[in-house]
């Protein structure tokens, strides 16, 4: 079986409003003589993606009210407040964190919403890939979330395009022939994750590319499949 | 910055109790012309250390009620239960389906419970690496968890030695200079993540080597720093 290389792409650059993240990446990719190929995976994160579709709102960061309003009108539902900590459910359905709305890496005096359709921003990336130099790959967009029970954070995929999002590996069999109960690997956010290895908060590298994965998990995809469904969740 | 590479190692064939680990992974490693390096970290799924600690048990799989027994047997408190499935706290502090307890890629009559003690079992095969050939390697062992919101199952670490379970880039700065206020990153839980992207469920792939992580991230480590205290989390 082939090893799996995950190559961060530097040199893209402070990305603006109404950039054009895939030309921006190919050159980027290109520079560094790893041009992208069929089957490789970008994760791209969610910080140049908001940049790019413009969701830059004000706010002073010091300014809590202010702050909060921005959280509930990105939220749908909240399911736990603590001092400043606000836990919602945004319109996407991801629940997490004061909404994902971003103050890092932000120019001071802004801060950065989550794309509106973070599907279609990955599958924006991916068909300028293919427009451009002709080449088929999968686009993640990833975000970093915690999780309930486990400290640290952890990047997941907030938008999918061209690739599973879960591989449903129900009803196959394992290496004992016997038949495999719970399989449904959540893909996306495992690339997002092996990603962010490379990626680093404080290296100013947002685009990785995963190369070396199944060709077979080279689908149609959508964040929507990474989203439980509340009846079948005991922890909201 | 250089790439990262995810090695899965092939060839460590059907592990029974009291095998030692640490060679058959040299061995195999060597034998498909990938010998272990400093500053690779190993990453090695629990089902192999469950069975080479003999942590398997008797289990009809059709009798729930035995099974019940068990999951109540590894548990120390109940989070939820909905028909069969048992969210619960184990001994180690993980909460988990059913105790981590694993019924598939086990002989039909058994299941295999979690390590006792996790991170002792990254030790041993962190010194066993050490003592045969020299090298320092860091070790995760991992599991298949699902989570709360989100659909699907990833890869998550349950014991470490010789790395990081989290990265605590608290108080430095961001790419723009400003501050960075949440930035402990679950490196371990991304390290497990990644490696299952090469190991897959059924393709018999235990062992994966991920080279190139950060040479910093190496240190004594535990998986205790992954386990978030009761009184942070608003979800129990």
């Given amino acids: 079986m082939p090893a799996l290389h995950i190559i961060p792409i530097e040199g893209i650059g402070e990305v603006r409003p109404d950039d054009r993240l895939g030309p921006m990446i190919i050159n980027a990719a290109a520079a560094q003589d790893t041009p992208l190929m069929d089957h490789d995976c970008l994760v791209v994160t969610q910080k140049i993606v908001s940049k790019a579709e413009n969701r830059l709102v004000p706010l002073d960061h010091a300014d809590f009210t202010a702050r909060a309003e921005i959280i509930d ?14 836990i919602s459910e945004t319109r996407h359905g991801f629940i997490c964190a004061n909404a994902g709305i971003d103050l890092s890496n932000v120019d001071s005096g802004f801060a950065a919403l989550l794309p509106v359709d973070s599907d279609r921003s990955a599958h924006r990336i991916r068909n300028s890939v293919r427009a451009e130099v002709g080449v088929d790959v999968g686009v993640v967009v990833s975000d970093t979330f915690g999780r309930p029970w486990r400290h640290g954070l952890t990047d997941v995929a907030i938008g999918v395009a061209g690739i599973a999002a879960v591989v449903d590996l129900r009803g196959g069999t394992d290496d004992r022939g016997q038949a495999l109960r719970v399989t449904e690997v959540a893909l996306a956010d495992e690339i997002a994750a092996a990603a962010e290895l490379v990626m680093g908060k404080a290296a100013g590298i947002p685009v990785a590319i995963v190369r070396g994965l199944e060709a077979s998990w080279f689908r149609d995809g959508s964040v929507r499949e990474l989203i439980r469904p509340a009846q079948d969740d005991l922890f909201r």
């Fill in 73 to 86: 009108s990105e939220s749908v539902r909240v399911l736990r407040r603590r001092g400043d900590l606000v």
